[in-house]
């Protein structure tokens, strides 16, 4: 099943295009945006950035300024929305669960199991499909996110070794089984047994995965959420046991807003194309 | 009445400002939002950027990825809000009339003529608020605006001779007074006075006010609006005319979103600097 173009706009001298397509995985409609830079001729390297909470694949696409560098650096960037949507689909009215909080996994509970499986979605299916449609290099893909979308880059690089050339992030929910958003969710989706959750946890899964690779992590003193919710030290603390090379920087005065990440994005793009 | 800072957000390197103030002028709350430069020390110079139809503050704000390149260069950048607001505040269905759409001009006419006092609000109220409020320098101030906003940009600058150091545009309504967006603008804010309307139409002005700096605008050649409302070679011949330097650049493929925006905000705001 192919993609559909929706709506395509000229930004910094390459074309950026929002999509659509019937997802097997998800069994729903889902959509997400694709800079293409200027050089892009065939076996374009991309980095693909997962949103956070409530977040749809236009919040990165219009906020985060990203494709100014992108284009500089001859990088395409790939957003995907964060949760399967539709009036069939299985939702809750918290912000924090169901539509729009995804989490990057597989979901193994009614009634989510059927439609919320993010994880299979992108690693199985977007990712082909977009090197497809786009002639994007399939050897030279990087991940990021933020928040919630942070934990998905997180999770997705150790669980799929080899499958991203590099990863950062951006406020990463690091260890999700230890904090409020992330024991929700994943009693919710994964049901109640710990191990289950240990597999989705960037802070435990570095300690079986770690790489050659650092890791860029970008994470504002002023973030509402930083003491609660994220938590980089617990990340830092299991990436010093088993020698996982981190730059964890802590970013005074800023905040998790898109703001933030706009600020530092381009930072994160160098960061990658210099591990492609 | 001074400004209420409403929100604020670190980004890159400098301080964004959400504030609300209570204007004399308009007899409404409205609401702009400010970027400080991180250089910012008092006496920074700015650039004001005025937002199309149906735009708030916050779609320049945060959809124009601006803020890199004035962090870069020291530029503050004021972004207004299009119109006064509110349930006593008259206004239409149609999404070109009406709050979101007060093009940037004084009312004569009623139901408009109350609080549709964009003109005097802008240079009379909110450019000395902001100056004093977050130390701008009033003798190095530039305009600039898309649409809607960029009409707005060239007739207060040809209006106001010697308030602005220099002026540019996005896909201006050039020549208000021949197109339906500025008619029926004109017709309900104005009334039928053709010599009324020419006081605010670019293409008219330029032949009694044109001056010794060069305008910029850009204007992208997929713009849907460009045959009907936008017209920029009527501008263009007009200043031939009278030797006013213009540079228009004619930009393939783009189109009337903050995309195109996004895409040459950086040359605007440098080239505002180059003038100061």
Not at 24 to 35: D, P
Not at 86 to 96: C, F, Q, R, S, T
Not at 223 to 229: G, I, N, Y
Request: some cysteine; hydrophobic content about 35%.
């Amino acid at each position: 099943m192919g993609a559909k173009i929706e709506k395509t706009h000229f930004c910094h001298g390459g074309q950026l295009y929002y999509c659509s397509h019937d997802s097997r995985e998800t069994g729903t409609q889902m959509r997400f945006s694709l800079f293409l830079p200027p050089q892009a001729s065939g076996g374009t390297p991309y980095v693909i950035f997962l949103s956070g909470l409530t977040c749809t694949e236009d919040n990165f696409t219009t906020k985060a300024g990203a494709y100014a560098k992108a284009a500089a650096l001859g990088i395409a960037v790939l957003a995907p929305d964060t949760s399967p949507r539709g009036e069939d689909v299985a939702d809750d009215d918290a912000y924090d669960l169901g539509q729009g909080a995804g989490f990057y996994l597989d979901a193994l509970q009614e009634p989510w199991k059927k439609h919320f499986r993010m994880e299979s979605y992108l690693v199985s299916e977007l990712l082909p499909l977009a090197e497809q449609s786009f002639g994007l290099d399939p050897k030279r893909k990087s991940i990021t996110g933020h928040s919630m979308g942070g934990h998905g880059a997180l999770t997705l690089y150790f669980r799929h070794p080899g499958l991203f050339q590099s990863c950062s992030a951006f406020a990463p929910i690091v260890a999700p089984a230890q904090v409020p958003w992330g024991q929700k969710a994943f009693t919710a989706y994964l049901g109640d047994s710990r191990e289950t959750w240990l597999a989705h946890d960037a802070t435990e899964l570095v300690s079986k995965a770690a790489t050659e690779k650092e890791i860029l992590i970008d994470q504002g003193l002023a973030d509402p959420f930083l003491e609660e919710q994220l938590q980089p030290e617990l990340f830092q603390t299991a990436c010093n046991k088993v020698g996982q090379k981190l730059t964890l920087r802590l970013q005074d005065g800023y905040d998790h807003s898109y703001f933030f990440i706009q600020s530092f994005i381009g930072d994160h793009l160098k960061f990658h194309a210099n591990n492609f």
